[in-house]
């Protein structure tokens, strides 16, 4: 006779099966012992056939998890999908924004290190320069109004920002 779905026996022949342990499952007939959840998932109950996945921004770095509170939060600047098992830091040039998204620098701005936690991490170019691409991730990236022309403001996003110098001036 085989085990059901959530149930295990490691003795040959008998017709005793026994519930999975929480942390555990058997998610299809026949199991001679049931399997530890793995990293990232998590199972509560007795008999369980499947385990449950840490949600975004959570992660589990070990095996057989009982209980959702096992699920840990990602740091600032980190972030994970479900089911995960670590938390990834957002890439230079990107920051993260809300519970569980990497954004990238907007033109104008720049990251120059892994794991920025806000859009204050993005630093903006200096007067005289802009940036018109994503994601950047260093000042060298911030190009110089051709000659003649000059911008005011820090963190400009084209050259359309680039005006002709004053008469007498360059």
């Not at 995960?84 to 104008?108: F, I, L, M, W």
């Amino acid at each position: 006779i085989s085990c059901e779905k959530g149930t295990a026996t490691n003795i040959i022949g008998s017709i005793n099966c026994n519930r999975c342990d929480t942390g555990k499952y058997a998610n299809s007939k026949g199991y001679s012992e049931c399997k530890d959840c793995e990293p990232g998932y998590y199972n509560n109950i007795k008999g369980g056939i499947s385990c449950n996945s840490c949600e975004k921004g959570r992660y589990l770095p070990s095996t057989g998890s009982t209980l959702e509170t096992d699920c840990k939060m990602c740091q600032e600047g980190e972030v994970s999908g479900d089911g995960s098992s670590r938390c990834d830091r957002c890439n230079g040039g990107e920051y993260k924004s809300g519970v569980n998204e990497c954004k990238k620098c907007p033109n104008g701005k720049y990251g120059e290190n892994i794991g920025g936690n806000s859009i204050e991490y993005c630093q903006n170019c200096p007067i005289g320069k802009y940036l018109d691409q994503l994601r950047q991730t260093s000042i060298n990236a911030c190009k110089s109004c051709i000659a003649g022309k000059i911008n005011a403001i820090t963190g400009a996003m084209s050259n359309t920002s680039c005006k002709k110098c004053e008469m007498g001036k360059y």
